[in-house]
């Protein structure tokens, strides 16, 4: 089974400020990796797919990136509307969520 | 696209449940589709897949007691979830796929508890 590793669990960071979350692989999927984005009480939304790919709608400040099995999603500059969980997913070989990151306002 | 989850409910341990999941504004019959669970305050957990041509992949925590299906003529995705165990208390969302989940339901919780 392939394991993924997201850090970091939870993040302050001002109003802004540049932002990355990482999620590393146990094995090479290429750049079958998804991140999603879960306002509180609300379902997940999917926000970048095919690790790069911005989901239409998703505002253009959110992009992903990856090397080898190192995965990132940035946030260029972090709005009050920005304050979610967010998840990565493998779909390389079933699928397999991050553990989440809780980010909040500093 | 909309996805709308029913039939959740409190059941006791060992129990039996089946959550539905109905579907409009694609055409459900050529997608693959998921189910995913969130147990209160924790993280996202898949659970189930199923394709356009009803091939099936389970997580290990629940094969042997889950069963994913799917009716195209009703375009309704279902779980059956037998053998309920506390752990699996959880908000069961459903999804569809386009290169892993994309659009999801609102979720149904789901509680075993006696």
């Known amino acids: 089974d392939i394991q993924v590793t997201q850090s970091p669990s939870s993040l302050l960071a001002s109003l802004g400020e540049r932002v990355t979350i990482t999620c590393q692989t146990s094995?090479?999927?290429?750049?079958?990796l998804n991140w999603y984005q879960q306002k509180p009480g609300q379902a997940p939304m999917l926000l970048i797919y095919?690790?790069?790919s911005l989901q239409t709608g998703m505002p253009s400040r959110f992009s992903g990136q990856y090397s080898g099995r190192s995965f990132t999603l940035t946030i260029t500059s972090l709005e009050p509307e920005d304050i979610a969980n967010y998840f990565c997913?493998?779909?390389?070989?079933?699928?397999?969520f991050g553990s989440g990151t809780k980010l909040e306002i500093k | 696209v909309q996805l709308v989850e029913s039939g959740g409910g409190l059941v006791q341990p060992g129990k039996s449940l089946k959550v539905s999941c109905s579907a409009s504004?694609?055409?459900?019959?050529?997608?693959?589709m998921h189910w995913i669970r969130q147990a209160p305050g924790k993280g996202l957990d898949w659970v189930a897949y199923?394709?356009?041509?009803?091939?099936?992949v389970y997580a290990d925590a629940v094969k042997g007691r889950f069963t994913i299906s799917r009716d195209n003529g009703k375009n309704t995705l279902y779980l059956q979830l037998n053998s309920l165990k506390s752990e699996d208390t959880a908000i069961y969302y459903c999804?569809?796929?386009?290169?892993?989940?994309?659009?999801w339901g609102q979720g149904v919780m789901v509680t075993v508890s006696s």
């Open positions: 999804a569809s796929d386009y290169g892993g989940p994309d659009y």
């Open positions: 095919y690790a790069t």
């Open positions: 504004g694609f055409t459900f019959s050529s997608y693959g």
């Open positions: 199923i394709s356009s041509s009803s091939g099936t």
């Open positions: 997913l493998q779909h390389y070989s079933a699928f397999t």
């Open positions: 094995q090479s999927i290429t750049n079958n």
